[in-house]
Nanobody, 123 residues
Framework: QVQLVESGGGLVQAGGSLRLSCAAS????????MGWYRQAPGVQRELVAV???????NYADSVKGRFTISRDNAKDTVYLQMNSLKPEDTAVYYC?????????????????WGQGTQVTVSS
């Protein structure tokens, strides 16, 4: 199994910045994609950004040019640098990872989620 632990959320004024971190841990695993999703009250969870082990990145249109995702493969950690934050970025941000593990015989990817971290942007 894989555990994802997030940190870095908080309250910031519009135009400010925050950096989220998410570290994966477990007894045995091989992580493929890592990314961030967010969910605001009454809204479906949505993709923010995802990065694969080779560094290929996909961003939601709403965050392009403001957010930067990166990862440290040696540390199984993914980061999200959020600049020029807007009130509409307010949400719970969830770390996501897709990984192989002994639980599935190293053949099938499983999806893992962090507990979520609140990001609140005041106007």
């Amino acid at each position: 199994q894989v555990q994802l632990v997030e940190s870095g959320g908080g309250l910031v004024q519009a135009g400010g910045s925050l950096r989220l971190s998410c570290a994966a841990s477990g007894s045995a695993f091989s992580i493929n994609d890592m990314g961030w999703y967010r969910q605001a009250p009454g809204v479906q969870r949505e993709l923010v950004a995802v990065i694969n082990p080779g560094g290929i990145i996909n961003y939601a249109d709403s965050v392009k040019g403001r957010f930067t995702i990166s990862r440290d493969n040696a540390k199984d950690t993914v980061y999200l640098q959020m600049n020029s934050l807007k009130p509409e970025d307010t949400a719970v941000y969830y770390c996501h990872a897709r990984a192989l593990s002994p639980a599935t015989g190293w053949h099938t990817f499983s999806d893992y989620w962090g507990q979520g971290t609140q990001v609140t942007v005041s106007s």
